[in-house]
């Protein structure tokens, strides 16, 4: 199993930045993706970044040039840099863990609060 930690949500005006940070333990040699995802009040949750083992990343195109995910492997950690947020990027932000054993499973982080203003 693995476990997953966010840390760095809160409050802050639009145009502002926030740093998430994504902290994992137990099996985590099975780790092939780390990412964030993210879910709106009445919307379905939504993919936010990725970045693989081999650090190729993917960013959804609602934040493409605004966030970007980085890894620190022997931290066993992950984090999202969101610049010039906005309004719309309100959401409780979820860390996610890709794991290969004998199939392939997500695992979830409790999630994070994140709360733009204008």
């Known amino acids: 199993q693995v476990q997953l930690v966010e840390s760095g949500g809160g409050l802050v005006q639009a145009g502002g930045s926030l740093r998430l940070s994504c902290a994992a333990s137990g099996d985590i040699t099975c780790i092939v993706a780390m990412g964030w995802y993210r879910q709106a009040p009445g919307k379905g949750r939504e993919l936010v970044a990725t970045?693989?083992?081999?650090?190729?990343?993917n960013y959804g195109d609602s934040v493409k040039g605004r966030f970007t995910i980085s890894r620190d492997n022997t931290a066993h950690t992950w984090d999202l840099q969101m610049n010039s947020l906005k309004v719309e990027d309100t959401a409780v932000y979820y860390c996610?863990?890709?794991?290969?054993?004998?199939?392939?499973?997500?695992?979830w982080g409790q999630g994070t609060q994140v709360t733009v203003s204008s």
């Open positions: 970045i693989a083992s081999g650090g190729a990343t």
């Open positions: 996610n863990a890709g794991c290969k054993g004998w199939g392939y499973s997500d695992h």
